[in-house]
């Protein structure tokens, strides 16, 4: 074709030489933005409190004196502003959106900070879903971020490949819960990290004990043991063992887990800063 101008993106023909372009293709930041560190908080299925942790692990390094910003890639069921109080819009430039800040200076991006209503569900398909995380990481003006926290979606399907394959991931941390699936739970995650050659920093277990609200003894609802055992198994750090506790639930829905009072995700901080 004489007036082929060969960019296929513009094109509705099918020719020879037609290229389709890779839509998870990691593309750069948005110019003049700036991002250290990116760790994907992730597990092999969900209701183990991936939220739970990226949010406290964010407050936690920025306590740290670290910039922080979360990307919530979690898009059929987010919840990260929900954690921090944040039920504003997030708005945009001519061709950039600004990332909504918490109290504390956190950055956020999450699809329930631009839709309508907060409590709108998103039904889309997976390809859209990583198109969309793809934007969240180029097309948003990240300032400054020493440390981003990606918040994956449940599971390991074609959603959290796409997100792997999207944004540039240093590293995971693979939340657990004691229950006795968690060596199947923690296999899978490993596997998928391992596919898409992303190292695995250790595991965090969520849910691990109950604090006695009398004498601060520790109450093992679930038992003991079963993460320490998948641990061995894949040679992977226990990085924290994070309490079953009603006060966190309690800010999360009032949205001041910024005031959660705590030091049990210093292990993750020394393994993500050493």
Sequence with gaps: MSECTHDCSTCGESCGERKEANVFEKKPLHEGCRVGKVYGVVSGKGGVGKSMVTSQLAVTMQREGYRTAVLDADITGPSIPKAFGVHGRAVGTENAIVPVQTRTGIQLMSVNLLLEHETDPVIWRGPVI???VQQFWSDVLW?????????????TGDVALNVFQSLPVDGVIIVTSPQELVSMVVEKAVKMAQMMDIPVLGLVENMSYLPCPDCGKKIYLFGEGKTDEAAQRYNLPILAKMP????????????????????????VVEKITE
Excluded at 143 to 155: N, T
């Design 244 to 267: 079953l506790d009603p006060t966190l639930a309690e800010l999360v829905d009032a949205g001041e887990i910024e005031n959660f009072q705590g030091h049990w995700l210093d292990g």
């Design 143 to 155: 300032q400054d971020v020493d440390y981003m926290f990606v918040d994956m979606p449940p599971g």
């Design 130 to 132: 990583g198109g969309v």
